[in-house]
Structure formats: structure tokens, C-alpha cells
């Protein structure tokens, strides 16, 4: 008995510091790993170094309260453009909006009022913006909408995710189009996401209101897409451009909607992987300033360079339907301009 109990407490003098050895070499090696793949990321993660001024120029930049669309409005501000916040929380848009100012020491930043997911406040804010801009020189459609499983209409009786990701730029770009012309050489820049390989925007449910929102999400980006195809088409001639981009899976506001216990891992996910916002938005700022781009038009771009995209996003009779689709979603009036 004596000699059992010496040889277990031989054996666990030895067994119990050979355990603990291998779990911090399987930590050591996770945590190696994660470093890796960090840095992996951020090798190959697309900046836009181009140092080219925006002076004299005006942007408008949706959903630029939070993530991208807060960097890309710092960003174009540093470079001397004059930056139209539109953002639905028009309190949180003035507390960045001093913040940017402080930081670019450019005063012509200025926050509007828009709520991508209502006809009504996008008719109210093109208004306003064609009574009080003289020019426009970019049109970004940053703002996006992400739930998970709650679904919600607009006021408008609109599934949220597609009226305010869809529908709303839509809307919006008719509104200010003659705006963009006026000035052309101008730009339209759409955020899209290469997540829209997971869903497909449905031409015959183009008001899903029973399907859940987390597909809606993926569907409304290829949508995105589609619309920046036939848009690029339709403005051949005119003098504006219109493009799309993946900014990358950014660590931003729109994941807040994932519900727990999903939110918690996607956290850590998040905090290891994801883009940081100022590097989502390197692309879109290099599609509004890059002089190389300047007659480039119906192209989607990742890490700031082009990128192909799936044949269902880059099918032109899908996306002709899908604007005569958005047509009467949106309802246009007639006397609203044409495209």
C-alpha cells in the first residue's frame, strides 16, 4: 500500500508539470497562430497611399456617424473636401463631426439629417441639399442595415434591410442626380460586401417581409452590386462614374445586432481578424480620389483593386429587372429626375 501511494505521488510529481507544459504549448501556439494570421492581414490588407487633395470638392457621405463611413468622412475632410455627414442620428453625427474638425482642422464638415429606411427623409434631404450645396462632387452610399432575426418594416411598409440598403440609395441617387451632373466629373461610390455570395436578391420577393433579415443582409449586397452595374450603364456619357467595393469584414457597429451567446465569440473573432474602420475604408476613399480612376465605371473593387464578382451580381438582364423593380418600390414621381 505504501509503495502504491509513493508511486502515485511519483507519478503525479511528474505527469501533472508535463500537462501543464503542453497546454502552455498549445497556447503558445494558438496565440502564434493568431499572430500570424493578424499579420497575414495586415500585409495584404489594401491601402490607399496616394496623398492627392479633395479642395473645393464636396462629399456626401452616408452612415457617417460610426465605422467606415466616420473614417471616410475624416479622411476626405483631411484631404480639404468639404463633407456632408448624412446620418439618421443626427446627435452622435455632431459629436464625430467635432471630432474630425478637431483632428483635420477643416471647418467644412456638416451634418444632414437622413434616414436611408424613409422616402419621405430622403425626398426632405435631397431637397435640402440642392437648396444649400452649389456642387456635388461625390455621392458615397456608405449607410447600411443589419439585424439578425427581428424582422422590421420602414414606415414606408418595406422590409428594413432592403429599403434602407437597397431602396433608399436608389432613391437618393435619382434625387441628387442632376446635382452629380452638374458637376461632372463626378462619382457615385456604393459599399457593398463580397457576402452577397451567400444570398441572391430574389426579382420575383423584392419585399421579403417574412424571410429573416441576416439573409436579407447578404441578398441586399449583391443588389448593391447589380444596381451599380446598370447605374455605370445608364450613365455611360455623362461624365460620372459609378462604382462598388468590398471594404472588407470591418470590426464596426453593424455586427451589434448578433444576439448572444453568437455576439461573444464574434467579439473575440472580431478583435483578432476583422479590419480596423480606418482600413475599411481605404477603398472607397481611393475611389474618390484616385485621378486613375477617373473614367473607370461599373467595377467592384477590393483592397483597393479590382475584383470580379460572381456571374448572378454581374448578370445585366437581373440588374435592368431589378431597377424596374426599384422603380416602383420607391415610387417615383414624375416630375423626379430620370435615369
Known amino acids: 500500500m505504501v509503495v502504491v501511494e509513493a508511486w502515485n505521488s511519483e507519478y503525479l510529481y511528474w505527469i501533472i508539470p508535463g500537462i501543464i507544459l503542453i497546454g502552455v504549448l498549445i497556447l503558445a501556439s494558438l496565440l502564434a497562430l493568431v499572430a500570424a494570421i493578424r499579420l497575414y492581414a495586415q500585409l495584404t490588407c489594401g491601402i490607399f497611399k496616394d496623398e492627392s487633395r479633395m479642395d473645393g470638392k464636396t462629399v456626401v457621405v452616408t452612415g457617417a456617424n460610426s465605422g467606415i463611413g466616420k473614417e471616410t468622412a475624416r479622411e476626405l475632410a483631411k484631404r480639404g473636401a468639404r463633407v456632408v455627414m448624412a446620418c439618421r442620428n443626427v446627435e452622435a453625427a455632431n459629436s464625430v463631426k467635432d471630432k474630425i474638425i478637431d483632428s483635420t482642422k477643416n471647418t467644412k464638415v456638416i451634418v444632414k439629417k437622413l434616414d436611408l429606411s424613409s422616402f419621405a427623409s430622403i425626398r426632405e434631404f435631397a431637397e435640402d441639399i440642392k437648396k444649400t450645396e452649389e456642387r456635388l462632387d461625390v455621392l458615397i452610399h456608405n449607410a447600411g442595415y443589419a439585424e439578425t432575426f427581428k424582422k422590421k418594416k420602414s414606415v414606408d411598409g418595406i422590409e428594413m434591410t432592403m429599403s434602407t440598403?437597397?431602396?433608399?440609395?436608389?432613391?437618393?441617387?435619382?434625387?441628387?442626380?442632376?446635382?452629380?451632373?452638374?458637376?461632372?466629373?463626378?462619382?457615385?461610390?456604393?459599399?457593398?460586401?463580397?457576402?452577397?455570395r451567400f444570398a441572391s436578391y430574389n426579382l420575383n420577393n423584392p419585399n421579403p417581409l417574412t424571410i429573416l433579415p441576416a439573409y436579407l443582409y447578404y441578398a441586399s449586397k449583391e443588389a448593391n452590386i447589380l444596381f451599380t452595374m446598370e447605374l455605370a450603364r445608364r450613365l455611360e456619357g455623362t461624365g460620372i462614374t459609378a462604382n462598388c467595393l468590398h471594404p472588407g469584414i470591418v470590426d464596426t457597429g453593424i455586427w451589434r445586432n448578433v444576439p448572444a451567446p453568437l455576439s461573444w465569440s464574434l467579439y473575440i473573432i472580431n478583435k483578432c481578424f476583422f479590419k480596423t474602420p480606418e482600413q475599411g475604408c481605404q477603398t472607397s476613399v481611393m475611389l474618390a480620389v484616385d485621378e486613375k480612376l477617373a473614367k473607370v465605371s461599373g467595377k467592384y473593387f477590393s483592397d483597393c483593386q479590382e475584383s470580379s464578382v460572381s456571374t448572378s451580381a454581374s448578370d445585366m438582364n437581373k440588374a435592368k429587372k431589378m431597377w424596374e423593380i426599384c422603380e416602383k418600390m420607391v415610387q417615383l414621381k414624375d416630375d423626379d429626375p430620370k435615369l
Open 165 to 196: 440598403n437597397v431602396y433608399g440609395p436608389f432613391l437618393l441617387t435619382h434625387l441628387l442626380i442632376d446635382l452629380l451632373k452638374k458637376n461632372a466629373p463626378s462619382r457615385i461610390i456604393v459599399v457593398a460586401s463580397s457576402l452577397y
